[in-house]
């Protein structure tokens, strides 16, 4: 069993920075295939950016640029550094992991962590 704990979240005005941390605890984290989605008030699920296992990174269009993914195996923890945040980055970060399993992938999920930008 793997689990996920994001951290990080908070109210940040227009044009800030803030870096999110998601912590894995279970199974060999370096095997992992990591990333964050986010859901804003109304909105489906999205992708914000993910990082696989060899370090390969992937970002969704409105974030390219802007947000940058990371990971730290020493302690199984991958960030999201996001920069030049905008009110429509409001929503509830989540983290995931995606796990080697019989020849395919299972994916877990953090609770979600608040981001709110605003004045």
């Known amino acids: 069993q793997v689990q996920l704990v994001e951290s990080g979240g908070d109210l940040v005005q227009p044009g800030g920075s803030l870096r999110l941390s998601c912590a894995a605890s279970?199974?060999?984290?370096?095997?992992?295939?990591m990333g964050w989605y986010r859901q804003g008030p109304g909105t489906q699920r999205e992708l914000v950016a993910a990082?696989?296992?060899?370090?390969?990174?992937t970002y969704g269009d409105s974030v390219k640029g802007r947000f940058s993914i990371s990971r730290e195996n020493v302690k199984n923890t991958v960030y999201l550094q996001m920069d030049s945040l905008k009110p429509e980055d409001t929503a509830v970060y989540y983290c995931?992991?995606?796990?080697?399993?019989?020849?395919?992938?299972?994916?877990?999920w953090g609770q979600g962590t608040q981001v709110t930008v605003s004045s």
């Open positions: 995931h992991a995606d796990i080697p399993w019989s020849g395919s992938y299972r994916r877990y």
């Open positions: 990082i696989t296992s060899g370090g390969t990174t």
């Open positions: 279970g199974g060999i984290f370096s095997l992992y295939h």
